[in-house]
Antibody
Framework: QLQLQESGPGLVKPSETLSLTCTVS??????????WAWIRQPPGKGLEWIGS???????YYNPSLRSRVTTSVDTSRNQFSLKLSSVTAADTAVYYC?????????????????WGQGTLVTVSS | ETVLTQSPGTLSLSPGERATLSCRAS???????LAWYQHKVGQAPRLLIY???TRATGIPDRFSGSGSGTDFTLTITRLEPEDFAVYYC?????????FGQGTKLEIK
C-alpha cells in the first residue's frame, strides 16, 4: 500500500513562502490512477483541501488559496511539493499530503485514501 | 461551494453502544461522492467509507455509511474503545472538495 511522508520547515516567517515536500513510497507517483493532494488543518479547526496535482502537471486548487499556491511533481524522486506564498498567521496548520484516486473515464478525482502523518507549520516572526 | 454540516458536534457514548453521525450538504452531492474519515490526535486521517456506503480496505463491518443527495449518515454499531476519535465527512463531487467540521466521538 502507499505510504506518504511530509517534510519541510516547521517555522516560516510572515510574508515568506511555505515549502513542503511529500515523498511517496509503495507506488509510483507517475501512476495514471492517482492525483496527489495537499490538505491542511489549522489548530482547533477542521480540514481544508488545498489542491491536487497529477503526474503530468495538471492541477486543481481551492479557489480560496489559488492565488498563493503552487504545486509540482518530481517523478525522478517520487515526490510532490507545495509552495504557499505570502503566508500569515492564518496559514499556521498541520499540513497533510494524501493520495487521491482518479477515475479517468469520468475525469473525476475521488476520495483521499492514504495520508501522511502531517507536519505542523507555524507562521511566526 | 458545497458546505457540509455535521451533527452533533460532540457525541458522548459508552463502549458497546451504537453511534449515529450525520452529514448534511448545502447542495446535492453528485454520484454519491461522499467519504467518511476517522482522525485521532497525532495520526493520519483514516479513510473509512467512500461512495457514501462502501467500506475502505480493512475497515470493520461495524462501520457503515448510508444516504444520498444532501443527507448522509455514518453508523458505528457496538463501539470499541479504539473508535473514540473525530469523524469527518467529505464531498468529492464538485471542486473545491470540502469537509464537514467534524464530530467528536468521546467516551461517556
Amino acid at each position: 500500500q502507499l505510504q506518504l511522508q511530509e517534510s519541510g520547515p516547521g517555522l516560516v516567517k510572515p510574508s515568506e513562502t511555505l515549502s513542503l515536500t511529500c515523498t511517496v513510497s509503495g507506488g509510483s507517483i507517475s501512476s495514471h490512477s492517482y492525483f496527489w493532494a495537499w490538505i491542511r488543518q489549522p489548530p482547533g479547526k477542521g480540514l481544508e483541501w488545498i489542491g491536487s496535482i497529477y503526474y503530468s502537471g495538471t492541477t486543481y486548487y481551492n479557489p480560496s488559496l489559488r492565488s498563493r499556491v503552487t504545486t509540482s511533481v518530481d517523478t525522478s524522486r517520487n515526490q510532490f511539493s507545495l509552495k504557499l506564498s505570502s503566508v500569515t498567521a492564518a496559514d499556521t496548520a498541520v499540513y497533510y499530503c494524501a493520495s487521491q484516486p482518479y477515475r479517468r473515464a469520468a475525469r473525476s478525482l475521488l476520495y483521499l485514501d492514504y495520508w501522511g502523518q502531517g507536519t505542523l507549520v507555524t507562521v511566526s516572526s | 461551494e458545497t458546505v457540509l454540516t455535521q451533527s452533533p458536534g460532540t457525541l458522548s457514548l459508552s463502549p458497546g453502544e451504537r453511534a449515529t453521525l450525520s452529514c448534511r450538504a448545502s447542495q446535492s452531492v453528485s454520484s454519491y461522492y461522499l467519504a467518511w474519515y476517522q482522525h485521532k490526535v497525532g495520526q493520519a486521517p483514516r479513510l473509512l467509507i467512500y461512495g457514501a456506503s462502501t467500506r475502505a480496505t480493512g475497515i470493520p463491518d461495524r462501520f457503515s455509511g448510508s444516504g444520498s443527495g444532501t443527507d448522509f449518515t455514518l453508523t458505528i454499531t457496538r463501539l470499541e474503545p479504539e473508535d473514540f476519535a473525530v469523524y469527518y465527512c467529505q464531498q468529492y463531487g464538485s471542486s473545491p472538495y470540502s469537509f464537514g467540521q467534524g464530530t467528536k466521538l468521546e467516551i461517556k
